[in-house]
């Protein structure tokens, strides 16, 4: 993965000559990762990029989800269990709720 620091997409020329290399980039800002360009091809719909990426995101986010799962034990809870554990948190939202 190639590397542009915020202050560098004052610079277009550099900014071009990074995405037509290597076809993505992550802008940083002091040290720390925070947007990423994607070169577009040509009549490549931005909004369908956009909305892969989107399920791309979801993909990774429930695989998180299933390991931390399978670490933690809870990949094993009864139907019984879930059920449980989904009222529990439901009256304890009620109850924040009702507090002003």
Same mark, same amino acid.
């Given at each position: 993965?190639?590397?542009?620091?915020?202050?560098?997409?004052? #610079?277009?020329?550099?900014? @071009?000559?990074?995405?037509?290399?290597?076809?993505?980039?992550?802008? $940083?800002?002091?040290?720390?990762?925070?947007?990423?360009?994607?070169?577009?091809?040509?009549?490549?719909?931005?909004?369908?990029?956009?909305?892969?990426?989107?399920?791309?995101? #979801?993909?990774?986010?429930?695989?998180?989800?299933? $390991?931390? !799962?399978?670490?933690?034990? $809870?990949?094993?809870? !009864?139907?019984?269990?879930?059920?449980?554990?989904? @009222?529990? #948190?439901?009256?304890?939202?009620?109850?924040?709720? #009702?507090?002003?």
């Amino acid at each position: 993965m190639n590397y542009l620091a915020v202050k560098d997409l004052k #610079a277009p020329k550099l900014v @071009r000559e990074t995405l037509a290399a290597y076809g993505t980039a992550l802008v $940083t800002n002091n040290g720390k990762p925070m947007a990423m360009l994607i070169d577009l091809a040509e009549g490549e719909d931005p909004e369908q990029l956009a909305e892969a990426i989107r399920m791309a995101r #979801a993909r990774l986010a429930l695989s998180d989800l299933r $390991t931390s !799962s399978r670490v933690k034990g $809870t990949d094993k809870l !009864s139907l019984n269990q879930i059920t449980s554990e989904i @009222r529990a #948190a439901r009256a304890e939202r009620k109850t924040r709720r #009702a507090i002003p």
